[in-house]
């Protein structure tokens, strides 16, 4: 965003994701954000749908480019942002009081800019509109490679809440579905207590690769890190960032914040492994963003955990 566009969103009052042009009509270009302002699917803590507001605030004034590549002279991601010509789409009309339609407005609003040639970055909304997304690309480029940065599996059984969609449920889905090779799949984050231990041992017999955080810090693991993030982009990749993966010190304000997570530092640094794939994502996400959560239970989750892990 430069000064001409932020006293452009003064002068409007509208805020477009980095300031970038807003487009409501799906058109040939290489990019679109999309909102997904959706949250029927969240269990515990409601809120996302207000998200794509707050994550388009809090890119007023910012620049594209990031810095560290600038400064170390790095050709990795090109010029990020900085090089692209996307467009803010606005957000998808995901209705209240429905989950198959909103998955379906997701799915038909990103497919229409998909069939135009575009990439997308869809800003959540919980992080069962995932599937929409998955089912739009895969719909498109075939089963498809998924980093997937996630204090959750996300790959639990329908049953287990008598409901087969929702937040805790989209990777199980996606991969039944063939939307996602689950053997180009890989989960980073991973650490909150599970109900059992099935969604597990289905995500393992299935392929995927997961990693918690204290894996994170092996660093005998790190070539088997980085071999298992280039297996990912073989195949055209989506990238879901659900945003518990970070620890709650650094962003409370999600549906089911988890202790002992990532800090902004380390995701980013980990999320420039996916610049040396082939071919750059083909959709990403930022999902279970929930405003007005923010700094709620942080304490008291964490001294939950902690009194959790003296059982071992
Ligand atoms: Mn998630």
Request: glycine share 12%; net charge negative; aromatic share 6%.
């Amino acid at each position: 965003m430069n000064p001409e566009t932020l006293l452009e969103s003064l002068r409007t009052g509208l805020t477009p994701f980095l300031g970038l042009p807003m487009a409501l009509t799906p058109a040939p270009g290489p990019g679109v954000v999309l909102g997904a302002p959706y949250d029927g699917g969240v269990i515990n803590r409601p809120g996302a749908r207000f998200g794509p507001w707050a994550i388009r605030n809090a890119t007023m004034g910012m620049g594209r480019l990031s810095m560290p590549m600038r400064l170390q002279g790095q050709d990795e991601g090109g010029r990020g942002m900085a090089a692209v010509d996307w467009v803010d789409g606005g957000n998808i009309p995901t209705r209240p009081f429905s989950m198959e339609e909103a998955l379906g407005a997701v799915e038909q609003t990103m497919g229409a800019w998909i069939d135009q040639g575009a990439r997308t970055l869809m800003l959540g909304g919980d992080h069962l509109m995932t599937l929409g997304a998955l089912r739009a690309h895969a719909g498109k480029a075939g089963p498809l490679g998924l980093l997937h940065l996630d204090a959750h599996p996300d790959a639990g059984h329908g049953e287990l809440w008598g409901a087969k969609y929702h937040h805790g449920t989209w990777l199980r889905q996606a991969i039944e579905e063939g939307l996602v090779d689950p053997r180009h799949t890989v989960q980073i984050g991973l650490r909150a207590p599970r109900f059992d231990s099935e969604e597990l041992v289905f995500l393992l017999d299935s392929g995927v690769r997961m990693w918690t955080p204290w894996d994170l810090q092996d660093m005998r693991l790190h070539a088997q890190f980085q071999g298992d993030i280039a297996r990912v982009g073989q195949k055209p990749a989506y990238v879901s960032v659900d945003l518990d993966v970070l620890d709650p010190a650094y962003c409370p304000a999600v549906a089911e914040p988890v202790p002992g997570g990532l800090s902004v530092l380390e995701v980013l640094t980990l999320l420039r492994h996916i610049h040396r794939w082939r071919a750059p994502w083909v959709g990403a996400d930022i999902m279970e963003l929930a405003p007005a959560l923010e700094g709620s239970q942080t304490s008291a989750k964490a001294a939950a955990h902690i009194a959790l892990q003296l059982f071992g």
